[in-house]
């Protein structure tokens, strides 16, 4: 009986001690870079004594997940990853908190980030200097080939031979699809290869995020630069529409079969298991590619090609305090240890992106990996969609619009064009902005 | 104390109310409230999200819109054709089984076990699975497909003309056991005096179909069409999971819609009125549906 006594007492006493303990909980997509942050924050552990619990979410369930933890004001989370669109409800609807006077009182200067980074992660209303969070991730969509194939003497000749140039990294989206369209069907060791697994997924925001890599490219502008929200002739532009077109033909002349629902995963698995010359993906997933392949042979990257000019899609994320947290002090202390330039170089040689410039600007980053010079290029072009508060009503009629046209062949491009126009006008008439 | 002790000077209308009384007022809570607070709801331009902002009344506005909306009635449409194909496939197989699994043969324990095994699984689980199976290049659907007739390389998801199709064979795969069932059940409840009677009067096999097995069981098969059209008419899940409402929107079922109205895009008073119209719409369908099968029952 004594023993027991003595067993309860003691497993009384663990239960008080364990929840006394300092603990914050982050949240944020499960993907590499997440298992990256979490063997980071070991050490912020070990310096403050805070533990830190990780809820990682599956990019499909993500946004729905967190957005409605927000909207709901949920207090699970004490820190958000959150993506670069929810910014503007971030702010305008008070889910995070505001970080100028912590910044100032901290010391943290946000002139010690990439512009593009601080600008499309933590400024709302964009180009002021109210901050929301602090850039943590930085990504951008960008290319992965298959250079072990490139490299095939009987291939470069071949391709040489048919297009009049040599095959390599392609310098437009029309080479692209050349390059692209000379694997398709094309049997290697005996096996049928493919052209490009891109971006098709209808549910979350794939196929926009693909098929504005290309609008972007061509020179689409989402609104009139001297008449906020004027979209007519801007962004169903003739070089919009012809964007929207090469997508279509992308698809259909280049990607595997049945690629018609495909993202982040789907791509890389394509690519992966040798199914394809070429993928599409986020930086993120670079350095998982790139550990698989150690001497360099099987992978190259590049950034998104121009064509009228250059641009890319913009990924990433920014940090950001829970406004209804309870332990707001706490995670304010995650952020100033994670805006340490010494912490940020070790983020980066984890495998997260970094966008401190003490990390970007070292003479060695360029070549510290393959991928590292595309993602310095990469992000002095990016390009996001709309980082409005009614940010989800504008992504679904897209979704919707351009997977009916490129994916199911309905309609014409111009004609998905006017209509996100038509579905987008009177989201922000709701919202007041028209 | 007894209980007659307990409930002494209460009269049974009370000890009645007292029994039902928790399980009124939860309905009311978690069911009537909800209904009263959507339809209030719906004729308003609430948006959930948008914290601080009073919604104002916007009278039918809601209601106008959704009606005249081009796009909800091209869901509606996918959503008809999808509850017409299931549930005419669910219940000319759903029959089929069980005139079949009626008759005693060896194996129809094992055979019946089998056949019920889809519907234990998990509609999102399922949803999943048949995305391998559809899978052009590795899926086993495309290969048996083929191996029957060479069609050669087809996207079922991807396919507008074939989308529509793969939703409707996967439901029918997962829910024709449902109907099944039923119908069995149907079928072993016709007393055996009314076939040996027939074969006295020397019917043929047909006209003891005709005339005594089919007007047995169309009750239990009809009660299991309600069933299973309330349950496809809010068609969520499995569809989410195989083909997110695509390609494009030709598979996105009102339910989805509805979701993304609600949950996605926070148009609250929106989807209220668009939730209601669904209501009436499936609760007008029903009490005509059942009534029409009483009557069939009466006969």
Known sequence: MKKIMILLFVSLFSFSVNSNAKSITLGWAAWDPANALQELTKEFTAETGIEVNFEFVPWPNFADRMLNELNNKGKTFDLLIGDSQWIGSGAVYGHYVKLNDFFDKEGISMGDFSPATVHAYSTWPKGSKNYYALPAMGDALAWAYRKDWFDRPELKSEFKKKHGYDLGVPASWNQLHDMCSFFQGREIDGQKRYGAAINTERGSEGITMGVTAAMYAWGMEYENPNKPYDMEGFFNSPQAVEAVEFYRKLYEDCAPPGHSDAYMVANLDAYKSGQVAFQMNWYAFWPGVSKEDKDGRVSGFFANPKQNVAAATLGGQGISVVKYSDKQDLALEYIKWFARPDVQQKWWDLGGYSCHNDVLDSPSFPTSTVYAQGFLDSMGIVKDFWQEPTFVELMLPMQEAIHDYVVNGKGTAKGALDKIIEEWVEVFEADGKL | ?299
């Open chain 2, 1 to 299: 104390m007894s209980v007659k002790k307990k409930f002494k000077g209460l009269s049974d209308k009370a000890v009645g109310w007292l029994f039902i009384g928790p399980t009124v007022l939860l309905l009311l809570a978690i069911n009537i409230y909800p209904l009263i607070y959507a339809i209030k709801m719906s004729f308003t331009n609430f948006y959930a999200n948008k914290i601080g902002r009073v919604p104002e009344f916007v009278g039918l506005k809601n209601y106008i819109k959704i009606l005249n909306k081009e796009a909800i009635w091209e869901k509606m449409q996918v959503t008809a054709s999808f509850m017409f194909w299931t549930l005419l496939l669910q219940a000319a197989i759903g029959l089929g089984l069980a005139l079949l699994l009626n008759r005693k043969f060896k194996g129809n324990e094992l055979l019946t076990t089998l056949i019920v095994l889809p519907m234990m699984l998990s509609p999102a689980v399922v949803g999943v699975f048949w995305t391998y199976l559809y899978n052009p290049q590795v899926g086993l659907f495309n290969y048996v497909v083929n191996f029957f007739y060479d069609f050669g390389s087809f996207d079922m998801i991807g396919s507008s003309m074939l989308a529509p199709w793969s939703i409707v064979i996967v439901d029918t795969w997962m829910w024709t056991p449902f109907t099944m069932l039923i119908c069995l059940a149907g079928l072993r409840s016709v007393p055996n005096y009314l076939y040996e009677a027939a074969e006295v009067d020397r019917a043929s096999k047909w006209q003891q179909f005709i005339y005594i097995t089919l007007p047995s069981v169309l009750p239990f098969l009809l009660l299991a069409l309600l069933f299973r059209g309330i349950e496809n008419f809010k068609m969520f899940d499995m569809v989410v999971e195989l083909t997110s409402g695509g390609p494009g929107s030709a598979t996105e079922l009102a339910s989805i819609n509805l979701k993304r109205e609600a949950f996605e895009k926070w148009k609250t008073g929106y989807s209220s009125a668009f939730a209601v119209i669904l209501f009436v719409t499936i609760f007008g369908f029903g009490n005509v549906y059942v009534k029409v099968m009483n009557k069939i029952k009466e006969r």
